[in-house]
């Protein structure tokens, strides 16, 4: 048994309380995973989780072996620092998570060249919904989260690397058929894609037009959580859609969709990347920072950055 991967093993199964999502974090197989926590429990001579079909929870030996873990874990990462720091390579696992549509047409990119930039770095992407508790995944046990909300949390570091908009679009077919909109007013009388998060559905869409910043309510049939889906539905002539300009960037390009009412301009949108305080970022996260702040530098109009570094602590 390695066991150093052993104790990697099971520090992340027990941030994220699941094997699964483990093995998809460190990139091996969910039955290696169980290997390692079934060697470290043989080794030791205890049990260190409780499982069932749903999660797996620390014993109270598991929460002190934790500990013990987490404090040699930090020693060898301490080390690694300073000598990268001096050699210039970064190494180990950098975890990262990250809104699933952006993620998918746009992130995966940037996050391929990083890997080929530093073949150091052991990189994992995790795509998927996120929730709006800044801390969630460093709970998870993510080393960086890619984010499309602001953050207001102390305990966590945000930097803008770009922004987006999103844009209110439909198909010419649809606008033939059912009429263009004059102004926010007439939006009341269209079919309107909406955006869902759970429970709770935006009927409420935000724009800032010519005599300022106005609202107005939505009506519409067709709701998703996924902007993709979204997208699909506009381009299936559904509706009118509020979605992100990166996802429908290439169709409103080639007229397969075009922008509605473009004299009023939703939210734009920060494209941060988010990582927890401390005295100082691991090397393999501020190469990953930096190498995102140029590569968004460089990307279309949807994604023009206003790169900064926000420290949400409160100063005194």
């Excluded at 940037?110 to 770095?121: E, R, V």
């Excluded at 009429?179 to 429970?199: E, F, I, M, W, Y």
């Excluded at 996924?226 to 979605?243: D, E, P, Q, W, Y």
């Excluded at 927890?276 to 990953?288: E, N, Q």
Aim: with cysteine; hydrophobic share 40%; aromatic share 8%.
């Amino acid at each position: 048994m390695d066991r150093f991967l052993a104790m990697q093993t099971f520090v992340r199964a027990a941030r994220s309380r699941s094997f699964t999502r483990t093995a998809t974090q460190l990139g091996i197989s969910r039955s290696l995973v169980t290997r390692h926590i079934a060697a470290l429990e043989q080794s030791l001579g205890v049990t260190l989780f409780n499982r069932s079909t749903r999660s797996v929870l620390l014993t109270e030996d598991g929460a002190s072996y934790l500990q013990s873990c987490e404090r040699i874990l930090l020693d060898v990462e301490s080390t690694e620092r300073a000598l990268t720091q001096g050699r210039g390579k970064p190494t180990g696992m950098l975890s990262i998570t990250a809104p699933k549509s952006f993620g998918t047409l746009h992130l995966a990119d940037a996050i391929i060249d990083f890997a080929k930039a530093q073949p150091d770095i052991r990189v994992s992407l995790t795509l998927g919904d996120f929730t709006f508790r800044a801390q969630d995944f460093v709970a998870s046990g993510h080393d960086v989260a890619i984010r499309t909300v602001d953050i207001r949390d102390s305990s966590i570091i945000a930097r803008r690397i770009g922004t987006f908009q999103f844009v209110l679009c439909a198909t010419p077919l649809y606008i033939a058929e059912m009429g263009q909109p004059k102004d926010l007013d007439d939006l009341a009388t269209h079919r309107c894609l909406v955006h869902s998060n759970s429970a709770e559905y935006d009927r409420r869409w935000n724009f800032t037009g010519p005599h300022g910043a106005t609202t107005v309510k939505i009506t519409g049939d067709y709701l998703s959580n996924s902007s993709l889906a979204l997208r699909k539905a506009a381009l299936a002539h559904l509706g009118i859609g509020l979605v992100p300009r990166y996802c429908v960037a290439d169709d409103l390009a080639s007229g397969a969709l075009v922008e509605v009412l473009p004299a009023y301009r939703p939210q734009i949108h920060p494209i941060l990347v988010a990582y927890p305080h401390g005295v100082a970022p691991p090397a393999k996260v501020r190469v990953f920072v930096a190498f995102l702040a140029k590569w968004f530098a460089q990307r279309p109009e949807w994604a023009q950055p206003k790169v900064r570094v926000r420290d949400n602590r409160r100063k005194r």
